[in-house]
């Protein structure tokens, strides 16, 4: 089985997160020569495969096999993937058996290395993620199987194959702020305390607000408002409460408590409530890391292409990864209908993508 066949199999399995529906365990089979810890919590399965070569350093490569739901749109079985004129089309085209499978393929076939190869893989990266990946690596951890590096093979490149990897994520930040006024009819506004009112003034300095300047690795934290909800649906009642919902992705000059700090100084003179969660937290690994030097040297030597060190995106399997002190990174194919109908990529990338890997392992 080539790189090719191994990927449309892959994307035959109907793994709708938290299901694998076996592809876990055909891959186990596949790297049969791997030893193997089956990590299994609730509904959620998730897969460590390793094997030992030399004593040198541990290089991992980490993903996951569930997808989100297909939803309408397509014009083909989202399951049934479809090759054409160099394109296959399938959920989990490029979120990411692609990556998966060009791993998966290139440890496969490798023969030498000189310290410890392995494959963590999981079911639940689309869902909630408590019972996947992060629960692993704890697992790993007692059982001192951690790696020193890591790449995940999420799709990271953005019009070009080769043209960006991921060295961070900026975290998550969500908020839900609630406004207390007072109802009554509106002919009476003086008997009342109108909460959109209240807020309209300081809407302008919220909206869209940076709550820092970025730096060269990340964007800045930037002040998202996602809902505000008020009222009965009745055009003479003041209404007595509003609902406003934002979110964050924070950069490491920005923190949770910055932003409650921040909610503070704009409502201090009224009636609010804040309930603040950090869903992820802003991590980057250090430019000058072996993995980083590797993979770009890797990625220069296949595809003649220079990639941009990028923290952009949402968040990633990554970010448990890197709480642990492991150097990781991110790189796979071009990133442009992950999550859509009719989710596809080019045969041309994946098998530039094994490349990649096979190179980078002898690199190693």
């Not at 008997?191 to 209240?198: M, T």
């Amino acid at each position: 089985m080539n790189t090719i066949e191994l990927f449309l199999k892959l994307l035959s399995f109907e793994s709708i997160t938290p299901s694998d529906a076996g592809s876990l365990q055909f891959i186990k089979e596949y790297l049969s020569d791997f030893e193997t810890i089956e990590i299994d919590k609730n509904d959620v399965k998730n897969l460590f495969l390793y094997k030992k070569f030399g004593d040198g350093a541990h290089l991992c490569f980490a993903g996951h096999v569930d997808v989100v739901p297909a939803g309408d749109g397509w014009s083909t079985n989202p399951f049934v993937p479809v090759v054409k004129d160099g394109i296959i089309q399938a959920r989990g085209a490029q979120d990411m058996k692609s990556g998966v499978a060009a791993f998966v393929q290139a440890l496969k076939e490798c023969q030498e290395f000189r310290g410890t190869l392995s494959v963590l893989l999981t079911s639940d990266e689309e869902g909630d993620a408590v019972d996947g990946t992060n629960y692993a690596l704890e697992i790993l951890k007692a059982k001192n199987l951690l790696p020193d590096f890591c790449v995940v093979a999420e799709p990271t490149c953005e019009k070009v194959f080769g043209d960006a990897i991921k060295i961070g994520r900026r975290g998550s930040i969500n908020g839900v702020l609630t406004l207390h006024g007072l109802q009554g009819h509106a002919a009476y506004p003086e008997k009342s305390i109108n909460p959109i009112h209240q807020i309209a003034p300081i809407l302008n300095q919220l909206a869209g607000v940076n709550l820092d300047d970025g730096d060269d690795f990340f964007a800045p934290s930037k002040f998202v408002i996602t809902d505000i909800r008020s009222g009965i649906e009745a055009t003479n009642v003041t209404p007595g409460k509003l609902k406003m919902m934002f979110n964050i992705r924070n950069s490491t000059k920005t923190t949770k408590e910055d932003v409650e700090a921040f909610i503070k100084s704009k409502f201090k003179h009224l009636n609010f409530k804040l309930q603040l969660t950090q869903s992820s937290f802003p991590f980057r690994t250090d430019p000058d890391s072996k993995i980083v030097k590797d993979l770009i040297f890797s990625i220069k030597e296949i595809t003649n292409t220079n990639p941009k060190l990028s923290t952009a995106g949402g968040t990633s399997d990554a970010r448990f990864i890197a709480k642990h002190g492991i150097a990781v990174v991110e790189f796979g194919v071009i990133n442009d209908t992950i999550h859509a109908p009719n989710e596809r990529t080019s045969i041309q990338e994946v098998e530039k993508l094994y490349e990649v890997f096979v190179n980078l392992i002898k690199k190693f």
